[in-house]
């Protein structure tokens, strides 16, 4: 069935695999009038790219081609078409992989889905299909900016590190996204200890948006926080998705966790900016648990397509952790969320 | 923009306020030859419905009747129409809350929307609306016995306190849907206490299912795990979702994390039965963060609707916690996400 | 598959069966702040009811009840649920055709799709389904009226008789709801014919709307008349469509059939207000083929459940044409496409 | 509002503008294992493609790329991306239309719609945008082939000029795609005349699928004679449609336009395969009325963006008729109905 798509209004659908020729996305529903250009895109692909010392060594350019939906430098409301090609593919590193089952990937249950898979790279499930996210998320992120929303993502947990402090002026500094910098130099040693190791870890993401208005989220099954956990877990790594206080509020008391109202607005926000599955006009916080990376050089058991077991050492070019690459698409599907929620109108009649 | 839908193939809308004179949903997209009996309904709805001593005193029937896409015992294929009575409804003991905006709820953030808000125990936010839900997830329950899958949820930890021993059997044995029966009671001495003081408790829920075959699930957006996460918080109080080991694999190395496999299968269930989107075969496992309820009778800050600050105290029928009422929704949303990728094919052409 | 649904933004989701307990609809996405009132509805109902002379004499009252999304008179934005309890309900006049397939109804198909049938009256099949339509238009000619948009629809062809004038005030004079008095006074002789002989006629209903902005529609397959197309032929009767100078379009030259523009606007209007897909702020006219009612007292051959022949008379209460009834059925079809339309905010950004 | 997607199950997504820099279409929903190739694909393209005689000179070679979803020659279950680029564009011939609006055209409701157009050549409403429509109907093409369903498109008027005999081997065998070898000859006179005289015309297709099971179609809106209508509609051109019998329905009797079920089957197909909005198992017959093209040399009246009267005389590469380019994107629209309608599984559960 279907399920390339995401988004009512301002809809996305993305295509391509790990090896293939190359990926893209299309986004439709995007309104007309606002300036777009390929550096727009091209800005948001290089904070997700591999080519850092953190990340493997594919040295894919990422270079995005806008091929519809914009004329003399504006979108004109028609598809926006973009597209990634894929230039430094080399599936020779896989083919020993054609035959075996990598655990903790999809590989299994792709075949088992649909009786074929694109064992290159992981195919169709490879992390690199989030390029197109990005690139959709830049475009949601100039839509939103005309609207005053701001979104950001930060890493605030590494291999069990967690951060103490928060500037948000330090994110854009180190390589994990990590508004902690002491907390980012530990980080740094970690995955040293880890490659090492031949192992690899997870982390947790926060997502933030400033900015939105109150009203935001459609009752009962579109909440804007359902909305949000939906699009966050459709991230590969994610295993786990929480909303403000999330999972410490199910231990807190009714009079800690209540967020009181003041005449000056809420004096509180475990909430996380949403009442009811609508925005409260605070900020909205997410979190997203994301898990180690599965492709570790360290022995596995496993099988192969014939169900012998096998021992497994992964090789080749890999990420200690899906963190920091996963941080930008975090924060593309929330802008893709709020875009589309901003797309529409205050449908309130005027009585 | 409608928001009470849910579900592409299994599909149900819902409807309702918590004090008009009805409530209900539509199921369309129900497959055909199903016996289907009110009673079948009936069932699931006793296990949600106040009038125990844990929950409110309310004490609404919730008779269901079925309206349509049942002839002589047997589902057509045609919509099936459920409709609730309210019978027991006393608006009265709202109309002090017409003016003032309940911290925790979704008054305000209702009225922001919409311009207007039924403020009879909280319209349409009301946590009875999930009544439907449970009469719908009965009717899936119905369609998956068939095809040999089983939907279960429980009560993991409550006010604090975590089960330390599960028993299946227990479940229904306990106020609480708990599968420790020594949690259980210290569960039990908890609400007492938070009565007495005037305050409310969350909790985490569990929902495993068993039987489900390798397949389930649509890359890229509509993953089975992401479309779990939507249903689950989309359920008015859970505030996070996680699947399999959750964010505790945030913390794990992949050397832990991964699941190995064997020529008998999996050997562990981090993934909580999913990789890659797609179902493993494995038990699905997800945990729902439930907020504490937001009414209760100890003061709290707010204000009412002209600004103006207020201290409130909530008297009338509220329980202490969502717990156990909310157990039978997430099962019913776990139900309702299963059948809908139940209903597509095996889509593979044979070659 | 679930196809009960109707509609994006303004969204309805219909049920019920003929000889079932009731039927109605959900309509999801209504604005909030909508004076409605049961006799909003009420009235567009007793358009299409039967009881009339020219119609089968089945005298069902069509009682609605609005059970949702109401509150003190006013529509709050939340889904809004209509239900017709059927009373006048004779199943037993339909117990012989339970195995036999009447020649132009749905029985056999329904029987091949689903393996199992409501063979009371048609069923889900009904011309009865149409009332839940109805009453779904009623509702958006509330919102449209206060956009200043208006629908009327109206027959001009009836048992090979046309219209030859066009008198909007005399629609709702004469029981065809046609434009035309002396074609209606015909129309009445030829019903008498037809009911003598024991067989039945179709026609042809034109639906007008005006005052849409231009800007309606969605390139490119939701396309403003795309949608009216689907929209009509949806209707059970209908076997075709046509906007504007439709099929005599297809024999015409440009030169005759371009719509020239002046200053003033359009100089005609061949493209019957949608050009592109998009409206142009024109009338949008639309026509639709209504096939004659298959079930006649002529003998037809037919074949019973077991594929055995049967030559059948169909007795009971049945109409000589879809027409009248279909008149308002199409209207709330066309009212439908538009509230849908007009929900869309216009997206440009303000450079 | 996103509207370039259509399908639920085997579902499409286009973009691209006539003078842009490339168009395409992802498909996603396509089952994987069936076996892939460009020129399966390009065989298609070729039927609608420019270059021959009675179409315009514009010399596009229409290349189409895969650039996902095939793996070793086989479709994979993923998003198949098609991407065919733009070589021959010349947008100068199109800059003096800039300021003006072409009469029948979309250029002005573009520009009421988003305040911005792409004037080159029509941008997204230029017929060329149906290329995209045809690529995607060669895939739903091979999925259909291989459960025995064969989809046929052909012309049966033009210019007024109608077919009086049906042989199905003549339908490739002349530019009209029509199966009558005498008014073929007779539609090749006529477009000399319109060529000199500057003008244009328009006439009937018709599209008829073989082979469909019994059972197609969602009741009661995605009747598959409401989604043909609606999926024929919003090709550019067409401004009716009728579903076998159709308009003339209108004018029969029930006695006439019945169709016997005998034991052998039906004995006449006036229903077009289709009764309740199911497929009978009869052949499925649908007919679209197609406009006159409305760029004409022949001089018209029409005003320029800034209000003022123009007379125009369209210059520049433009066909006579969209007869024959339209047909095959007819047939592709039919091919993607049912490939959408074969998707689903038959839903009867066991007794």
């Known amino acids: 069935m279907a399920g390339s798509s995401f988004g009512r209004l301002f809809r996305i659908t993305t295509w391509g695999e790990s090896h293939g020729p190359a990926l893209g996305v299309v986004i439709d ?13 091209q800005r948001d692909l290089e904070r997700r790219r591999p080519g850092k010392r953190l990340t493997s060594p594919r040295g894919e350019p990422d270079r995005v081609e806008i091929l519809s939906g914009v004329f003399q430098g504006v979108t004109t409301g028609t598809p926006i078409s973009l597209v990634i090609f894929n230039r430094d593919v080399r599936s020779g590193d896989y083919t020993e992989l054609a035959e075996v089952y990598r655990p903790g990937h999809g590989d299994r249950t792709y075949e088992q889905k649909y009786g074929v898979r694109d064992w290159r790279g992981g195919g169709r499930s490879s992390g690199r299909e989030t390029a197109a996210r990005v690139a959709a998320g830049a475009v949601a992120r100039k839509f939103l900016a005309g609207r005053g929303v701001e979104v950001k993502a930060y ?19 180190n390589p994990f996204f990590c508004p902690d910098a002491t907390a980012a130099a530990a980080m740094e040693r970690r995955v040293e200890e880890l490659r090492d190791a031949g192992d690899s870890c997870g982390g947790v993401v926060e997502v933030s948006a400033r900015g939105c208005p109150a009203g935001l989220g459609e009752p009962v099954f579109d909440k804007l926080d359902a909305r949000l956990a939906g699009a966050l877990m459709s991230v590969g790594a994610v295993k786990g998705v929480e909303i403000g206080a999330g999972f410490a509020a199910a231990a807190m008391l009714g009079s800690e966790n209540n967020d009181p109202l003041t ?16 925005s409260t006009g605070m900020d909205i916080v997410a979190r997203a648990a994301v898990k180690p990376i599965p492709s570790i050089s360290k022995p596995q058991q496993t099988v192969n397509t014939r169900g012998e077991p096998v021992t497994l050492s992964i090789k080749g070019r890999h990420d200690v952790s899906a963190i920091p690459r996963i941080v930008p698409v975090c924060e593309a599907m929330v802008l893709l969320v709020l875009a589309d929620f901003m797309l529409h109108p205050a449908p309130v009649e005027k009585r």
């Not at 005449?263 to 609508?278: E, F, K, T």
């Open 29 to 41: 529903g995007c309104p007309p009038g606002i300036p777009l250009a390929p550096e727009d895109i």
């Open 263 to 278: 005449p000056d607005g809420y004096a509180s926000n475990n909430a996380g900016g949403v009442l009811a599955g609508i």
């Open 155 to 173: 890493t605030v947990a590494f291999a069990g590190l967690h951060v103490d402090s928060f500037n948000r002026d330090e994110i854009d500094r």
